[in-house]
């Protein structure tokens, strides 16, 4: 056990997930077991650019293990980026007497740590919560299982509506630029097509397929689109020329927006969480910093930060083959 680690800091940035408040949760109560101190920083970088913080206990993080959002807040730092930046956060965890960070968040908050890391021999581990599921390292990311119940769940009530009126809705879910999000909930919610931006269907590929269900006796459809596709400039535009070509369909477009990162954890995610989180506080008492933690095969790993920023998630080209034969 590395005895120089007396008091361990957790943030949150960049966009929330469901289950950002179970790490914190698991972080405070896991340094409590080894007799540390933790510290949370409120607004990620930000925080710790300004000294804003709090002591935290085994009973300050109570009850917080069902609750979406967290409670230490997130945001993006611009200040961060800048080299005077990260020098008044260096500054403020000395005065904080904190010797490591653990880090919780997505690829944005990942380079930020390793930058600072590098800058000032900072010992930091990143724990991958993000919606997005985008993450190298780790077959899944804290907040992706919930945002999936989530858009499924949303579907579900949009397809009564859609076979209520005959309608084609166009369901547009969150991902930035990867697709996971879409292609599972699409499968798992049964949709006609799924548009995703690691796999160019084509407009013209769309309307035939729109069409051989419509021939085929389907009088609604569900059509999710990742808001990375690059089909159309925008899911609205992509409806409009659909109407346009299919002038028998009668579209409608549904945003779900940020519905999918609030909510209440999924338990996947809640357990996920903590077992990271236990694993981030071990690996910094064992020496180890500059790494992120993941679940791979159903195991804690962990690999650099530069290899969790340099990958890329491949899309499941097993599940495109099946939302293809199910579509039919």
């Known amino acids: 056990m590395n005895n120089t680690i007396k008091r361990i800091g957790v943030m949150t940035s960049g966009g929330d997930s469901p289950g950002m408040n179970a790490a914190i949760r698991a972080v405070a109560r896991s340094c409590a077991y080894y007799n540390i101190q933790c510290v949370g920083f409120y607004r990620g970088f930000q925080g710790m650019i300004e000294g804003d913080y709090v002591d935290m206990d085994a009973r300050s993080v109570r009850n917080i293990i069902s609750r979406g959002g967290t409670i230490l807040k997130s945001a993006r730092s611009k200040e961060f980026l800048t080299p005077e930046g990260r020098k008044k956060a260096a500054d403020n965890l000395r005065k904080a007497e904190v010797d490591a960070m653990i880090l919780i968040g997505g690829d944005g908050t990942f380079r930020g740590g390793k930058i600072f890391s590098e800058e000032y021999g900072f010992p930091v581990i990143g724990v991958p919560g993000t919606i ?138 809640r357990v996920l969480a903590s077992r990271l989180c236990v694993k981030a506080v071990e690996l910094l008492l064992a020496g180890e910093k500059d790494v992120m933690v993941g679940l791979l095969n159903n195991q804690i790993e962990f690999c650099t930060l530069e290899n969790a920023l340099k990958g890329r998630h491949n899309i499941n080209e097993d599940l495109l083959r099946i939302s293809d034969i199910l579509s039919t």
Not at 192 to 204: A, K, Q, T, V, W
């Open 132 to 269: 997005d599921n985008d993450i190298s390292g780790t077959n899944y990311t804290i907040g992706y299982d919930t945002a999936l119940n989530t858009v499924v769940e949303a579907i579900d009530k949009i397809r009564d509506t859609a076979s209520s009126h005959n309608r084609l809705f166009f369901v547009e879910v969150m991902g930035r630029d990867a697709g996971f999000i879409a292609l599972n909930s699409g499968v798992g919610a049964g949709a006609e097509e799924i548009l995703i931006p690691e796999e160019d269907l084509g407009l013209d590929r769309l309307l035939l397929s729109l069409e051989r269900s419509r021939k085929s006796g389907k009088t609604s459809s569900i059509v999710v689109v990742s808001e990375g596709d690059k089909i159309g400039k925008n899911v609205f535009e992509l409806s409009e020329y659909v109407t346009k070509n299919l002038p028998d369909y009668d579209t409608r477009v549904t945003v779900l927006g940020h519905i999918q990162r609030g909510g209440s954890p999924s338990c996947f995610d």
